[in-house]
Structure formats: structure tokens, C-alpha cells
């Protein structure tokens, strides 16, 4: 079924993404295109409805003023204009400042656009171009666990049941009870049985990583490692077709527009082998963030794992400092446990955006028992952003760090010291490697 929409044009604005939003708050589909879009581009848009024009700070670009195409802005369909002043007919374009959702609603109810977007059509919508794309034949997925992964996993298992198997690689890297609720959730509440296929890859990734000090290193190592294990689980499967990937809309749009600067490359499974010959299937390609949890919830999935906080690909290989050792894996892993629980009672993880621990490759002289003890710290991280790109400390009561440092030096075998990370991105970024 084809909804409503309305296409954003993209005239050198920061706030594309927030246009966009604001539309779909409204009910309304919305997508971004490039400002020098055509009439025959747009004719393929089904549902199209209205055109705003997004300007902004990059509206030169390159030296040169972006130009909106002739046809496209004397077409007549109903048009809005931010932060640009174009006119047709010598009549200026109406103006919407961005904020103001009641000129955007006034706007939609007078072109009687219909708010027919929704999650639950979103779904039935998927549902049917998934069986009509995919047909009798099998998809591979990735199952990290992450949310996209998970919501795409449990998107397909609605559209095509059995003929979805998953691969959920444990490197070894991953949270406190992270691989054990994978498997709960898919194979036991989701029904699918041994078609999650779960490989124990602990050994194999810790003993490459074995005296490998260097960050990139590490991350490369884990990143290769990763596409080695999955493309040799996908060789002993039969005649699969296609392979599914949780892109989600801010990594198309991230990846670059022709004015936005290209923030950064994003690789979902990490450049697999072309000779594995799968065609993709995307279907979050059009989702922010806020909607794929939403999907993810409708669909049933346990809230916990829909709105968990973001993880690292490399995972705990990058809090486990320099050379990753097992018992330090096993500091960071247990104290971010114990940070994660102690927040969550405190109602902290809805308002910190990223928690965790990181454990530094050094001993400091404490005091256990009246003996003296020579231990390693553990640092606690907490930080707020909206993009990840900086980020701000967040402040923590004391009587709440007090309980954790108590229970991470009583809990936490050769831990002896809590530090507190009060470094703001920039300077520092969010993970210390
Ligand atoms: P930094 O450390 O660059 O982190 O300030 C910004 C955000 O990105 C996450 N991060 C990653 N996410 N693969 C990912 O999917 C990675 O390799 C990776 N490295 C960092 C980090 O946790 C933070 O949320």
C-alpha cells in the first residue's frame, strides 16, 4: 500500500534528520532527496504529497549556490520553505521555521495529506515486500544481539518464519549474559529452534588477540576475525539466497548526501567476501533509531534489549586496555554488570545515554584484610550526547557512585581502586580505544 509522504530537499541544512522527524512525528512518511531532485525522480515516489524545502548552513556548496530544479519547484504539488526563500510566480514559497509542528500540521490538514504512518502498518507493509522479495528462498542473518540486528531478526521471522537462519558469533568480548539471552530469546520465545546457529568463537578470537597491545590492531584483528567465522557458518549452510543487514536510515543518511560531509563509512557486517554472492535485504533502511524500537516492541521483543545502550562492534575488547588478558576481560565484565544494575535501580539508565567500565593495564597499592594489596582499577564512564559525535559528563550523586565502587572492590576478584572518567568528548571520545 502506498502512504502518504512528503519528500525533504536537502538545500545544504544540519537538520534534515530533524525536518524529516518532525514530519513523521505528524504521522506523516517523510524522506530525504537530494536538493537538485527531478520530476521523474519524484514521479516514483508513490504517495508523494508535498516538497519542503530544507535549507541551511552548506547552501553553498563548494563555492556554489545550490539551485532548486525548475520543473520541480513550478510542479504543483504543495510546497513549504525552511530557512530558504524561493519563489514561484514571483510568490514566495510559505515559510516553516522547523519548530513549529502547528504550521506543519495546518500545512497537512489543508493539502488533506493522510497520517497514515504508523508502526503496526509499517510492519504489515514490510511483512508483505519481505515474502514478495524473498519468496520460498533462505536468508543469513548476523545476530549480534544489538538492537537493528535483533529487530531485523524478529521482522523477518514474522514475514518468513523458518526460512530465516541467524548466526550469532560469541567472540568473547560480550556483556554479562549477552549470548545466553540471544539464545533464549530466538530459539526458545521466538520459536526459532536450531535455525539460530550459535558458535562459540571465545577461544579462537582471544588467542588472536593474545599480546596484541595496539587499538587498531585489536580492532582489526576482531573486525577480520568476525567475517572469517560467519563466511565459514555460511559455507555449511545450503542454498541461502539472501543476506539480511540492520542498516537503518541514519546510517544512509550519515554515510553522505551530496552536501552533508560524510561522518562516517558505516559497515554493518564489515565488507563481506563478493564471492559469497547474497543479495541484500534492508528492511530498517527506512527507520530512525526511536522507530526501529518501536517495531522492535510490536513485534515482541523484551524491552531490555530494545532499548539497551549502544555497544561497540569490537565490544569489551576496546575497555579491556592494550593487551587483552582473560582476567582483566573478566574485571570489565563483571564491574559493568554491576554498573549497569546499580543504574538501573537508581532510574539512571533512562537518563545517561552510554554507561560502562573500562579496565586499564596498570596496578596501583591498596589495602585488603590489613594486608597490602597490589590490584588494578576499574574506571567508570558516563556520558550524555545526541550524536555521539561530542559528549558531556554526566553528573553522578555520590551516595550512587558510593554503592557501586563499594560493591565493584567487594565483587570484582583483583579489583582495589574506582576512578570516575570526568574527560568530555572532545577531548577525549566516548570508548578509550
Ligand atoms: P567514540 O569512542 O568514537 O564512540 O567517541 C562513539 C560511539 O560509537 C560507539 N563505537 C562503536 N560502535 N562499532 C560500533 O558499532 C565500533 O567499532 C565502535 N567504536 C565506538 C561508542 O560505543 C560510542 O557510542
Not at 209 to 214: K, S, T
Not at 369 to 385: L, Q, Y
Amino acid at each position: 500500500m502506498a502512504r502518504d509522504m512528503i519528500a525533504i530537499l536537502d538545500f545544504g541544512s544540519n537538520n534534515n534528520a530533524g525536518i524529516a522527524r518532525a514530519v513523521r512525528a505528524c504521522g506523516v512518511y517523510s524522506e530525504i532527496v537530494a536538493h537538485d531532485v527531478t520530476m521523474e525522480q519524484l514521479k516514483k515516489m508513490p504517495g508523494l504529497k508535498a516538497l519542503v524545502y530544507n535549507g541551511g548552513a552548506n547552501r553553498a556548496y563548494e563555492g556554489q549556490e545550490l539551485i532548486p530544479d525548475a520543473g520541480v519547484l513550478a510542479c504543483d504539488l504543495p510546497k513549504l520553505a525552511v530557512n530558504v526563500d524561493f519563489s514561484v510566480d514571483g510568490e514566495n514559497l510559505p515559510c516553516w521555521n522547523g519548530n513549529e509542528q502547528n504550521v506543519l500540521n495546518v500545512f497537512i490538514e489543508k493539502n488533506g495529506i493522510e497520517r497514515n504512518w504508523t508502526m503496526e502498518g509499517f510492519i504489515e507493509d514490510q511483512v508483505a515486500a519481505l515474502r514478495k522479495q524473498i519468496g520460498d528462498k533462505k536468508v543469513l542473518l548476523a545476530l549480534s544481539g544489538g538492537v537493528d540486528s535483533s529487530v531485523v531478526a524478529a521482522l523477518l521471522l514474522r514475514a518468513i518464519g523458518d526460512k530465516l537462519v541467524c548466526v550469532h558469533v560469541n567472540h568473547g568480548l560480550l556483556r554479562k549474559g549477552e549470548p545466553e539471552q540471544v539464545i533464549s530469546v530466538f530459539r526458545e520465545e521466538m520459536g526459532m529452534g536450531d535455525n539460530l546457529v550459535y558458535v562459540d568463537a571465545v577461544d579462537r578470537f582471544l588467542n588472536k588477540l593474545e599480546n596484541v597491545a595496539d587499538p587498531e590492531k585489536k580492532r582489526k584483528i576482531i573486525g577480520a576475525e568476525f567475517i572469517r567465522v560467519f563466511e565459514e557458518e555460511a559455507r555449511k549452510l545450503d542454498d541461502i539466497s539472501f543476506l539480511g543487514q540492520g542498516t537503518i536510515y541514519p546510517d544512509i543518511l550519515e554515510s553522505g548526501t551530496k552536501t552533508a560531509k560524510n561522518i562516517k563509512s558505516h559497515h554493518n557486517v564489515g565488507g563481506l567476501p563478493e564471492d559469497l554472492q547474497f543479495e541484500l535485504v534492508e528492511p530498517l533502511a527506512q527507520l530512525f533509531k526511536d522507530e526501529v524500537r518501536a517495531v522492535g516492541e510490536a513485534l515482541g521483543l523484551p524491552h531490555g534489549m530494545v532499548y539497551r545502550q549502544p555497544f561497540p562492534g569490537p565490544g569489551l575488547g576496546v575497555r579491556c586496555i592494550g593487551a587483552i588478558t582473560r582476567d582483566r576481560l573478566e574485571q570489565v565484565r563483571e564491574s559493568d554488570a554491576i554498573l549497569r544494575e546499580e543504574f538501573a535501580k537508581a532510574g539512571l539508565d533512562q537518563k545517561v545515554w552510554q554507561y560502562f567500565t573500562v579496565v586499564p593495564d596498570i596496578h596501583s597499592v591498596g589495602v585488603r584484610n590489613h594486608e597490602r594489596s597490589f590490584e588494578r582499577p576499574v574506571i567508570i564512564r558516563a556520558v550524555n550526547t545526541t550524536d555521539a559525535i561530542t559528549a558531556s559528563i554526566e553528573e553522578i550523586p555520590y551516595d550512587i557512585l558510593g554503592k557501586i565502587v563499594n560493591r565493584i572492590v567487594n565483587e570484582v576478584p583483583g579489583v582495589n581502586r574506582v576512578l570516575y572518567d570526568l574527560s568530555p568528548k572532545p577531548c577525549a571520545t566516548i570508548e578509550w580505544e
